[in-house]
């Protein structure tokens, strides 16, 4: 029998504050195990003590989103401030705008093309005869023809996914990466902000309640679920089962830190489309603040690679060979009691940072739905899926 009536939360980024906060307010007690010293997992943000810039420790991370509720929902906790993600590549030793729009066609190509000429010569370059594209190779082929996707799309995916693009699904390139207008705004959602105080500062005011007992640095074994009612598990799904049966595949991050006296780049993000540059983006930090004025500024080099088992996952692979494996721990999960999976590495999902607090709140009411009803909470209330 549990020892306490409180629930636990394995995990104090996005999809454990988020679930704490929920339940805390409908009177149920929480404890919050991260491993890490600090909240807000991979969204954890820090001052830089040499320059004073913002820093996005594990990467940067921009909030869009078209999900109303999510957007009230963060702003509760943190004031947003207007931003723009606004992208740049280098390819061939040229700068370029991204998402490809029509700037970035009449540059490359040296045209000066209206949009509806656009979409037409873009068109005519597209590999029509792939009309059932097999991988996403063959994916970029058929929206954009051979020269744009050689310049912008191969080297980096290459870099990024550690595989030739045809090894990799059609779905990955989900929509055509073509704007036939001047817009550079990376993304189509009607909110998009930066939290003022930092990722960091937002989900400590998540995590504030009384209700909440939080435990950082701590590592919560799959044994301890017997002193709680119930458990939220927002690690990796085979971590949860010590990975025995193997390794679900992920990509992880290299940060190369550098810091310069002045503005490095002039722009947030600068990627490097050739596969001949070993990395795949700078990111300059202080950009992702406008608001704010540093003469110093703090830049990281990324380097994308197979994840190790000591690696802090980012990217799940999701190839065949993934997918079987994780229909195994789907299956052993379903067996387990009082155990709920949540969030991207519980789910062996990639979600963006709305997805992942939209899911959060459909859990923490579906679990207390069912408290309610004295009805058994599910094992996945978003369960994993090609």
Request: charged share 25%.
């Amino acid at each position: 029998m549990p020892r306490t009536d409180a629930i636990a939360i394995v995990g104090a980024g996005l999809s454990g504050a988020v679930i704490a906060r929920e339940l805390a307010q409908a009177g149920q007690a929480v404890e919050v195990f991260d491993q890490r010293p600090h909240m807000a997992g991979n969204c954890h943000t820090e001052r830089d003590g040499e320059t004073g810039v913002m820093v996005h420790v594990y990467g940067p991370h921009i909030f869009h989103t078209d999900d109303r509720e999510v957007w009230d929902y963060v702003n509760a906790f943190e004031t947003f401030r207007p931003y723009k993600n606004r992208v740049k590549t280098i390819s061939g030793g040229k700068v370029y705008s991204l998402p490809i729009n029509l700037h970035t066609i009449n540059q490359f190509f040296g045209t000066t093309l209206r949009p509806d000429e656009a979409r037409a010569f873009i068109a005519g370059q597209a590999d029509r005869s792939l009309t059932e594209p097999r991988n996403f190779e063959e994916q970029a082929l058929s929206l954009v023809g051979r020269d744009l996707y050689e310049a912008f799309l191969k080297g980096y995916t290459l870099k990024q996914w550690g595989c030739a693009p045809d090894r990799l699904p059609a779905s990955l390139l989900k929509r055509l990466p073509v704007r036939f207008n001047y817009d550079d705004n990376y993304f189509f959602h009607a909110f998009q902000g930066m939290p003022e105080g930092g990722y960091t500062q937002m989900v400590a005011r998540i995590l504030d309640h009384p209700g909440i007992t939080l435990h950082l640095g701590r590592h919560f074994r799959r044994e301890d679920r017997a002193e709680f009612t119930h458990t939220f598990w927002s690690g990796a799904l085979d971590d949860y089962f010590d990975c025995a049966h193997g390794r679900l595949g992920y990509r992880t991050l290299d940060f190369e830190r550098f810091t310069h006296a002045g503005d490095y780049q002039g722009c947030a993000v600068m990627n490097y489309a050739d596969a001949d540059v070993p990395f795949t983006r700078i990111t300059e930090h202080k950009h992702f603040a406008p608001w704010e004025a540093h003469e110093g500024s703090v830049c990281y080099r990324e380097v994308s690679r197979y994840c190790g088992p000591q690696d802090i996952p980012y990217y799940p692979l999701r190839l065949a060979g993934e997918m079987a494996l994780l229909s195994t721990y789907v299956s052993h999960a379903m067996a387990e009691p009082a155990v709920t999976f949540v969030g991207r590495l519980g789910t062996y999902r990639y979600l963006d940072m709305d997805v992942t607090i939209r899911e959060a709140l459909d859990t923490a009411r579906t679990f207390l739905a069912c408290r309610a009803e004295h009805a058994a909470p599910p094992v996945f209330v978003h369960r994993p899926s090609a």
